[in-house]
């Protein structure tokens, strides 16, 4: 493997593999959020999936926030969906997501993890066994440490993560959580991320 | 070894325990959802002292008492009495009423696992005034949850969830008027479960038992691939008398199945469908 690149646009062309983008947060990681997914452009090549720790409503209203601001598609995950480049997925509240085969998406209301449900552990697990080294990992602010052990996982097959400088994080117990796990994961702002995004591959639009 | 060669070859792995699980005791997890299964049968390879699937493999082809503790690995869902109110809700205001004209009825709970949903209906059954003209098909694959679901008993600490689920649910009665707490569990009535009928069914490999009027079976094709929901969904739709409803889980669907055009919308935002007039 290269050493880790230092700009970002060097990030965007070792992206041309990436099929497929995972992002998990918690507390205060909707201001990031804010940043990150307009900055996502038109034609993404890859598939965007996220989990969020919200209260368990029946319904999230996620996917009609972000649907406006945002270049992409942006839905809730359906079960035995297929994911779709340039398509945004957020996870149903009080149901796990993982990416299953196919790539597809998947729920199960299996026992919490790390006290969550959905648990980002478990979307980038499955994520890590499904895309490799095509999968990019960002994990931003957030007041519990689920998704480190994800994001070691998606590191260990060859993916490349993100985390949310535990400085620019409203709530920083994830994000350093996350680093001191997984001491390759380049610690950026949401305005550095956000960058990256903006660098990432598209397939030329008609 | 390159950590992408080892995803592949759990996959192998996955695959041909499966295989062998069927060949073997003829239960069949290969249309299973394979992501949810990969996280359980890590977590059990802990338990079973294995290092690789192919160990627990060999294991469990050879003793089928590991057999039996991996079955609780890869069936048992928890549930909550009443879990998600407004279906219950939705039940009593729009399904009922049309149950109500029936002479007799029969429910079917498919994957009851252990039981909670089976004994909220038939409280919801019993307020409406239906309970002595009602019988509930309770089936799963997993005999040991069959067991635990018969009993009709469970943790006191789970009893203020269940209370406040069934307050929620339009429940007409107090929960406790239906259970004894001792010993830190809580025992439903046997009254209840002389209205239940707990049998072992598979999804996956068997066939349509009886006519019902309503199907109920939440959270359990989500653990399903599409080629096995569309069996169940099929299964659901032959049970089924005419015009006879199916309540599925909040986030599953008719719409995107070989089913769509068996089922018409009843209750959309409650997953409740209704069998479609045959014409």
Redesign the interface.
């Known amino acids: 493997m290269t050493a880790r690149a230092p700009d970002p646009r060097a990030d965007a062309q070792a992206a041309a593999s990436w099929d497929a983008i995972v992002i998990g947060g918690s507390s205060g990681a909707i201001d990031a959020l804010n940043v990150l997914l307009p900055a996502l452009p038109a034609g993404l090549r890859a598939g965007v999936v996220v989990v969020l720790h919200l209260p368990c409503d029946?319904r999230s209203l996620l996917p009609e926030i972000f649907g406006y601001r945002c270049a992409l598609t942006v839905l809730e995950a359906?079960?035995?969906q297929p994911i779709q480049p340039g398509n945004v997925y957020f996870a149903?509240p009080?149901?796990?997501l993982?990416?299953?085969?196919g790539p597809r998406l998947?729920?199960?209301?299996?026992?919490p993890v790390n006290f969550s449900r959905p648990s980002i552990d478990?979307l980038f697990?499955?994520a890590?066994?499904?895309y490799?080294?095509r999968l990019l990992g960002v994990l931003l602010s957030g007041a519990n440490e689920d998704g480190a052990e994800g994001l070691a996982a998606i590191q260990?097959?060859?993916g490349r993560t993100l985390v949310q400088s535990p400085e620019s994080a409203p709530v920083r117990t994830m994000p350093d959580a996350a680093l001191a796990l997984v001491p390759a994961a380049r610690a950026l702002t949401p305005d550095e991320i956000a960058a990256v995004f903006a660098q990432l591959p598209t397939r030329r639009l008609p | 070894m390159?950590?992408?060669n080892k995803?592949h070859i759990?996959?192998i792995e996955q695959r041909l325990l499966l295989d062998a699980i069927y060949h073997r005791y003829h239960y069949d997890f290969r249309e299973y959802?394979?992501?949810?299964l990969?996280?359980?049968l890590r977590t059990a390879l802990g338990e079973f002292d294995c290092r690789t699937l192919s160990q627990l493999q060999d294991r469990v082809l050879h003793d089928p008492s590991v057999f039996t503790g991996l079955l609780q690995y890869l069936t048992v869902?928890?549930?909550d009495m009443f879990r998600?109110p407004?279906y219950f809700l939705a039940l009593r205001s729009e399904v009922v009423p049309i149950l109500r004209t029936y002479p007799s009825i029969k429910v079917w709970v498919a994957g009851c696992s252990t039981g909670e949903e089976v004994y909220s209906l038939a409280i919801l059954l019993h307020e409406e005034g239906l309970l002595d003209r009602s019988l509930i098909y309770a089936t799963d694959i997993n005999p040991h949850a069959l067991r635990a679901a018969e009993q009709g008993v469970f943790d006191l600490d789970r009893a203020a969830a269940f209370t406040a689920n069934h307050a929620q649910s339009g429940g007409r009665s107090s929960l406790s008027d239906y259970y004894t707490a001792r010993y830190g569990r809580v025992v439903f009535d046997k009254a209840l479960r002389e209205h239940m009928v707990f049998s072992d069914h598979s999804l996956s490999t068997d066939s349509v038992f009886a006519e019902v009027h309503l199907v109920s079976c939440r959270?359990v094709?989500?653990?399903f691939?599409?080629d096995l929901?569309n069996r169940a969904l099929g299964l659901f739709h032959d049970a089924l008398v005419h015009r006879g409803f199916l309540g599925l889980?909040?986030?599953?669907?008719v719409r995107?199945s070989a089913q769509a055009d068996g089922f018409d919308d009843f209750v959309l935002a409650d997953r409740i469908y209704r069998k479609k007039a045959e014409l």
């Open positions: 029946r359906q079960d035995q149903p009080g149901y796990h993982l990416v299953d085969r998947a729920l199960s209301i299996d026992p478990v697990q499955s890590a066994d499904c490799g080294d260990a097959a060859g | 390159p950590t992408q995803a759990e996959d959802a394979q992501a949810s990969k996280r359980r869902q928890v549930s998600d407004s959270n094709l989500i653990y691939e599409r929901q889980g909040s986030r599953e669907s995107f």
